[in-house]
């Protein structure tokens, strides 16, 4: 199996920084796309960025600018450094991945457990 473990969530003040991790454990012989997700109460998860393996990057609309996915392949594990943070961007962040186990089987979607992101004053 896979795991994904999220860790530097927090509280934060309006305009601040975050750094979000997210190493991939387990079975792995293959990592596609890695990504960041949210969720705030009472509204659907949405995409905040992803990365592929080579180094290809996609952006929300809301957060182009100000955060920056990367990936460090060697290691499983991908980052989102969040800056000039938002109330708005309160919620809770999940990692996203796409992992092949071995050579013979499809890439399967996995989900971290989530990491609380809190923007206040």
């Known amino acids: 199996q896979v795991q994904l473990v999220e860790s530097g969530g927090g509280l934060v003040q309006p305009g601040g920084s975050l750094r979000l991790s997210c190493a991939a454990s387990?079975?792995?012989?293959?990592?596609?796309?890695m990504g960041w997700y949210r969720q705030a109460p009472g509204k659907p998860r949405e995409l905040v960025a992803t990365?592929?393996?080579?180094?290809?990057?996609n952006y929300a609309d809301s957060v182009k600018g100000r955060f920056t996915i990367s990936r460090d392949n060697a290691k499983n594990t991908v980052y989102l450094q969040m800056n000039s943070l938002k109330p708005e961007d309160t919620a809770v962040y999940y990692c996203?991945?796409?992992?092949?186990?071995?050579?013979?089987?499809?890439?399967?979607?996995?989900w971290g457990q989530g990491t609380q992101v809190t923007v206040s004053s």
């Open positions: 996203n991945a796409d992992v092949q186990m071995d050579r013979r089987t499809p890439f399967l979607n996995y």
């Open positions: 387990g079975r792995i012989f293959s990592m596609n796309v």
């Open positions: 990365a592929t393996s080579g180094g290809h990057s």
